[in-house]
């Protein structure tokens, strides 16, 4: 599928996240045979939150990071610009608070939150230099950021076989039971996203040190944590 340009992609985006908000989750499951819980879980560890620190999830989707996130105590706001995606998360019956924003210009006093995490949302932001800057700029100096996104093995032989899945059944599983144009775009999607060196680069560009990488299933997947740097 031809990817839109970056003058439509945020609308397009939007508009494919209302569509497939009733079955993401079963998707999410389905895709990754569940093992994105564990993700999941491990992304909110390394926030180190403790009760009462104040946590940003960033595009928060139907609210599975915010759900872990409020396990430790934390008080949670889940942003997220779709606004079917947000009914999901309300369904849930979460604790926090979920607002309607833009990752460009997020609703919050600078310095005002602990930590920040989002999950597999980087490509889909339309300025991502832009999107970590605001990051930088509601998080205290020495909080943390976590972000969780798909990866591209470094195995030949994985890249492959994840190739093959990514790009032929999870279209497939996306026209059965939810939306095929959207779950064709998730594996292209993936042309949005920097490499690691690249990411790091722009992370540090935006206020934050001590980026560290860990990688999932082989590579298929990756969390990037790193740390507010003190403001001048």
Not at 68 to 89: K, P
Not at 104 to 124: I, K, Q, Y
Request: aromatic fraction near 6%; proline fraction near 4%.
């Amino acid at each position: 599928m031809t990817l839109p340009a970056a003058a439509e992609k945020r609308a397009v985006v939007e508009a494919m996240f209302d569509r497939i908000a009733p079955r993401y989750d079963l998707m999410n499951r389905l895709m990754t045979f569940g093992v994105d819980r564990a993700w999941r879980r491990h992304a909110i560890a390394a926030l180190r939150l403790q009760p009462g620190d104040r946590v940003l999830d960033l595009a928060c989707g139907s609210g599975d990071l915010a759900a872990e996130a409020e396990t430790t105590g934390a008080r949670v706001v889940g942003l997220d610009f779709s606004a079917g995606m947000l009914r999901t998360a309300a369904a849930r019956g979460l604790g926090c608070g979920l607002v309607r924003g833009d990752a460009l210009a997020l609703p919050l006093a600078d310095a005002s939150v602990d930590a920040v995490v989002s999950g597999f949302a980087l490509r889909n932001f339309v300025d991502l230099a832009g999107a970590f800057a605001e990051c930088a700029r509601v998080l205290r100096p020495g909080g943390r950021l976590a972000l969780l996104e798909v990866d591209r093995p470094a195995s030949a032989l994985l890249r492959l076989g994840h190739g093959l899945y990514f790009r032929r059944v999870v279209p497939l599983l996306g026209a059965l039971l939810s939306d095929r144009a959207a779950y064709a775009y998730l594996p292209e999607s993936t042309a949005y996203l920097p490499d690691a060196t690249t990411l790091a680069a722009m992370l540090g560009a935006a206020g934050f040190g001590s980026v560290r990488k860990r990688s999932f299933l082989g590579g298929a997947a990756q969390l990037l944590v790193a740390e507010r740097t003190s403001r001048a």
